[in-house]
């Protein structure tokens, strides 16, 4: 990579940085639970928000970039993430957190749309899929801050400034804010649109290409089973080992951080190994992991199945992107928007898993996650 792209990946990076921003909705949501004193079902409803936003705004999104272009549409996120931040400051109202995580789920359905095209655009087709999958470990540092600057917060172990746990809103806008003056600031040369603007229609006609549908499919099952492990693996945890949900809740922990390092190590891997070998060694992973939480009795057989899941789902999603991107070049704006609709696997997966595990237990959510990673597995031809 030469001088000036690592100078213009130093603003993407925390871009991505911020991209990570989301997932404090799922911190946020049991603190407003308890703040509040709402039911499950009503502090559900700001994660389900997130997941929404994507399927609504994701194409039109795509659409947009060919407009006002990539860097424009992601400066554009960023500054409605900076205001969906800047709201709980002035107060925690379920109607104002509702607005603040509605915007939040906006901003990243633009960021996550407009941010992966606009690598492509600085790598100039040169090792894409390793630097989205350093991007996803920069998005996890994120992720991870989350619930520690929250409870650094309630705590009082840091200035909170009389709002406790809600500090993390303006300690992330404060760094959502330096991204925005650091991308704004940097040239970033892209190339024309060929032809005119792609319609809704011809947008999504691009799922009649092999390539895009099964790509769609993938980043559907990756989302999938990434979220359904979050919600599943506790929860077996305590049917098979009858753990307090305190202890259980490690499990979670387990498996971001075995996909951090996942995503880190990934960034290697594919730098030097062929794209194809690591999906498949991936997948495999993935694949022992379900035979592992679908018979596993004992401790170390579940957390190994939960770390193999952490560390083989860390590069499903840019081995699958940038292979999607690179199959249509002339429309990756609209690829993108497509992939990213995607991310509504998240919604999907958990809600049939739940009623498979209300008819036969925890394995029945396994079993929804392990067709998931069988569809992995016939994409591997696709894969080049």
């Not at 730098?271 to 004992?298: D, E």
Request: proline fraction near 4%; include cysteine; charge should be positive.
């Amino acid at each position: 990579m030469s001088k000036t792209n690592k100078l213009v990946m130093l603003p993407v990076m925390l871009c991505f940085f911020a991209m990570g921003f989301v997932d404090l909705v799922g911190i946020a949501s049991n603190y407003v639970k308890a703040d509040l004193d709402l039911t499950d079902a009503a502090a559900n409803l700001f994660p389900s928000l997130v997941f929404f936003w994507f399927l609504i705004f994701s194409v039109p999104t795509g659409m947009l970039m060919n407009r006002i272009g990539r860097k424009n549409t992601v400066l554009l996120s960023l500054v409605v993430t900076i205001f969906s931040l800047l709201l709980p400051i002035f107060g925690e109202s379920y109607t104002l957190m509702l607005i603040s995580f509605s915007l939040l789920g906006i901003g990243n359905a633009l960021m996550q749309t407009s941010l992966n095209p606009l690598v492509s655009t600085v790598m100039k087709g040169g090792n894409l899929a390793s630097t989205l999958t350093f991007g996803q470990f920069v998005k996890a540092i994120a992720s991870f801050m989350a619930p520690i600057i929250a409870a650094w917060g309630a705590a009082a172990t840091i200035p909170a400034f009389g709002l406790s746990w809600r500090v993390l809103f303006p300690i992330y806008m404060i760094i959502g804010i330096l991204a925005t003056l650091l991308l704004f600031s940097t040239p970033i040369e892209e190339e024309p649109i060929q032809g005119k603007p792609s319609s809704f229609v011809e947008c999504f006609s691009l799922l009649g290409k092999p390539i895009v549908l099964l790509s769609f499919l993938g980043i559907m099952c990756h989302v999938g089973i990434d979220v359904g492990t979050n919600t599943t693996a506790p929860k077996i945890l305590m049917e098979r080992l009858n753990m307090t949900l305190a202890d259980a809740g490690y499990a979670t922990s387990l498996y971001f951080i075995f996909r951090t390092i996942g995503c880190l190590t990934g960034s290697f891997f594919l730098r030097v190994m062929n794209n194809k070998v690591f999906f498949i060694i991936s997948v495999t992973m993935m694949a022992l992991s379900m035979i592992g939480l679908y018979f596993g009795t004992s401790k170390p057989v579940l957390y190994a199945a939960i770390a193999l899941v952490g560390y083989g789902n860390s590069n499903v999603f840019s081995m699958v992107f940038a292979r999607a991107l690179q199959s249509v070049p002339e429309k990756q704006n609209e690829v993108s928007g497509l992939m990213i609709m995607g991310l509504f696997g998240g919604t999907v997966f958990p809600l049939i898993m739940g009623f498979a595990s209300d008819e036969i237990g925890q394995i029945g959510a396994v079993g929804v996650m392990a067709v998931g990673v069988i569809y992995l597995f016939s994409y591997i031809p696709r894969m080049k």
